[in-house]
């Protein structure tokens, strides 16, 4: 290993411990909000995953770090709902480096900061209007 390789991994540590901490300060911030004005679910926090219960189901996003086209860190949750044998993706956002939360890596189309007052409202909103438009809510094929 050289020395360029020792400079980037330390670099990409360094990255990674302050997206965490930036995690973990959106996720704190998440679980201390008050639930959604309106909105037909709950939203809680169980250990780093974001749990929101609606329509009758539960969808459960863990967090995982990924990387950008221009090398940049972002916090990705996938919402998932299990439902018998299957399982559907109903929503997905990212925790930017700059603390916005974003819908995808390749837009710069942000929704709002982490600690914006009525980010549990965006995030029940969307995963909603997510679930809605997902085949969770389309019929099963026939046999």
């Known amino acids: 290993m050289n020395q360029e390789d020792i400079i980037k991994i330390a670099n990409v540590n360094n990255h990674i411990n302050a997206i965490n901490k930036l995690n973990q300060g959106f996720i704190e911030h998440v679980r201390d909000s008050p639930q ?4 037909p679910s709950q ?3 169980d250990g780093q995953k974001i749990v929101i219960s ?7 996003a863990s967090s995982r770090i990924v990387k950008n086209k221009d090398d940049s860190l972002s916090v990705e949750y996938i919402f998932i709902v299990k439902l018998g044998e299957e399982t ?4 997905r956002f990212y925790l930017t480096s700059s603390g916005r939360i974003a819908l995808g890596l390749d837009t710069e189309a942000t929704a709002c900061d982490y600690n914006n007052d009525k980010v549990v409202n965006y995030l029940c ?3 909603l209007i997510g679930a809605l438009e997902s085949p969770l809510f389309s019929p099963t094929p026939k046999i």
């Open 54 to 60: 609606c329509f009758g189901y539960t969808a459960e």
């Open 36 to 39: 959604p004005d309106n909105i």
């Open 43 to 45: 939203l809680k926090i």
């Open 88 to 91: 559907f993706e109903v929503w």
């Open 125 to 127: 909103s969307e995963l």
